[in-house]
């Protein structure tokens, strides 16, 4: 717990609104920090744009969202409607990147889901 408040927040304690927070990404990672480091490598090393994509996809095609996640081609025409400057080959290349880079997955039934330990 004190590696990942340290890193993720710069301090020792965390706010008491977010200790919860914490208790379940340490759940998720099964107590192994290397899984964190691993993770924000991944995201550390993805261009601007990559980044912008993947957060949206955080943000508002999760599970949290969307309980059973979201179709890729229904995430595609969002984007494409929004971001009249990014083409559809463009995206799916981004989307490739971020398989890649284990920060998401696309199942068989082509949704859209978040890493397990994001």
Known sequence: MKLLIIHSYGKENLPNELVEVGKKI???CNGL???LKILRVSFDNLKV???K???DICCFFGSNVYQEGMLKER???IWANNQKNILKHDMESILNTLIYESLIKINNS???RVH???
């Open 49 to 51: 744009e990559e980044k």
């Open 53 to 55: 994509i993947f957060l």
């Open 110 to 112: 082509k949704i859209i």
């Open 75 to 77: 995430v595609l025409q």
């Open 26 to 28: 340490i759940r998720a």
């Open 116 to 118: 397990d330990q994001l």
């Open 33 to 35: 920090p290397l899984n």
